[in-house]
């Protein structure tokens, strides 16, 4: 759960849009285009779940296998983080004023179309297995879910208190410095934590 909330928190594409269409339109509008990720989350949680529920239960090496491609990834993010620029642009002049549908459908695909999400899922999740009893797939959408909550209430805060994290963001140089090695703590530990 920490994971997950250092990575909701983070500066990303998805966090930084909640904030500027609470910045340009208003907090309903940000909140409908966190509910349209949210149930993103959901279809990765349900591809992931009968998909690698299936690997699991067929072939070990190829579990094996996808973990470990799931830390390379996660060490490879990390890299490209620690690449990137650590200044944080939040652009409010050049957002378009959309509807709450519209949004809400913006967020969806947003989360879905991202391959980058369902890489994240396919290393994150199948290490986090917590029983040799349950099902696999029940447990795929108890992790899922949890992802959902704290992701959920994270962006849900962004755009609530957007007018404050903007004010801070601005008045701290070094935020985006600590967000960005923030990223790359989390990424390489969750890498490390896979591969042991």
């Known amino acids: ?20 269409q609470s910045l340009t339109n208003s907090k309903t509008h940000a909140l409908a285009t966190v509910a349209g990720l949210m149930i993103g989350c959901i279809i990765h949680t349900t591809l992931l779940a009968f998909g690698v529920s299936a ?46 549908k519209q949004l809400f459908i913006q967020g ?10 369902t890489i994240f899922f396919l290393a994150f999740f199948p290490t986090f297995l917590f029983s040799e009893t349950l ?17 959920f209430i994270i962006f849900s805060s962004i755009a609530l208190l ?4 903007k004010r801070s963001l601005l008045k701290n140089k070094n935020s985006g410095l600590m967000f960005k090695w923030l990223q790359i703590i989390v990424f390489i530990g969750i890498a490390v934590f896979i591969v042991l």
């Open 108 to 117: 969806f695909f947003m989360n879905v179309l991202n391959p980058k999400v």
């Open 55 to 100: 690997v699991i239960r067929d072939n070990d090496n190829i579990f094996l296998g996808i973990k470990i491609l799931g830390a390379v990834y996660l060490l490879y993010l990390a890299y490209k983080v620690y690449k990137s620029d650590s200044k944080i642009y939040i652009d409010t002049e050049n957002a378009p004023q959309k509807s709450l």
């Open 1 to 20: 759960m920490s994971a997950t909330a250092a990575l909701a928190i983070s500066p990303g594409p998805d966090n930084i849009y909640v904030l500027v």
């Open 162 to 165: 957007a007018n404050t994290i």
């Open 135 to 151: 099902s696999p797939v029940l447990q795929f959408y108890v992790l899922g879910g949890l992802f959902i909550v704290v992701s």
